[in-house]
């Protein structure tokens, strides 16, 4: 997967509202985005529709890929509980011609970073408190409170992650987020690519030196 538009990563604690973010910058037409459908080995929740906002699979599919090699990147979010991107979803964004936008863990989205340092914008969305966060989590009524409280021990760790992002949205005023989100993005997709791998390059041989 060496050709292709850019990789635009939003990653934050459940709940911090980076899923309206991405919907939102969807709709902007002239960012050329789609979206990346992660592939999960739990059950669909709610409306939740196959190949829409997840690939389903089953537990021993799911690893079956992972034996392949299948995924540009996978994580054990909770036990037995899978998300990854396949190799393949990307291909097929980029074969439509347009740049890919991510929705995903914190974990997965420092991976592709890192894979492709000189493709990927990484965000991480910060709710305006764990507090905040809880209430958030409350109001949608899709989880159990076990879940909700699992949410917000993992929360605490993710949030230590986002110094390693290339930005932070703190999404106190959506409107706000909504518009430094767009920004960004725009910034990011109209920089040429060989500028970025001139500018990897040089990162590479400083770290060297």
């Not at 906002?53 to 089953?58: A, G, P």
């Not at 909770?78 to 936008?101: C, H, P, Q």
């Not at 408190?129 to 993992?154: F, H, P, W």
Request: cysteine-free; glycine content about 4%; aromatic content about 8%.
């Amino acid at each position: 997967m060496d050709k292709g538009g850019k990789l635009i990563v939003f990653s934050a604690p459940s709940g911090s509202g980076k899923t309206t973010i991405v919907k939102h910058l969807l709709k902007q037409k002239d960012l050329n985005l789609e979206f990346s459908v992660s592939a999960t080995s739990r059950e669909p929740r709610g409306e939740e529709k196959h190949g829409k906002d997840y690939y389903f699979l089953s537990l021993k599919d799911f690893k079956q890929h992972m034996k392949n090699d299948d995924f540009l990147e996978w994580e054990e979010v909770y036990r037995d509980n899978f998300y990854g991107t396949l190799n393949s979803e990307i291909e097929r964004i980029w074969a439509m011609g347009k740049n890919v936008i991510f929705d995903i863990d914190v974990v997965g989205g420092l991976r592709i970073k890192r894979k492709f340092p000189e493709r990927t914008l990484a965000v991480f969305v910060k709710p305006p408190s764990v507090e905040e966060l809880k209430i958030r989590l409350k109001n949608r009524k899709t989880e159990s409170e076990e879940k909700i409280n699992m949410r917000i021990a993992k929360a605490s760790v993710e949030m230590a992650t986002a110094p390693r992002f290339d930005y932070t949205i703190l999404n106190d005023t959506l409107e706000h987020a909504l518009d430094e989100a767009e920004r960004l993005v725009q910034a990011h997709i109209s920089k040429p690519i060989f500028e970025d791998i001139a500018q990897s390059k040089k990162n590479t041989l400083q770290e060297e030196e």
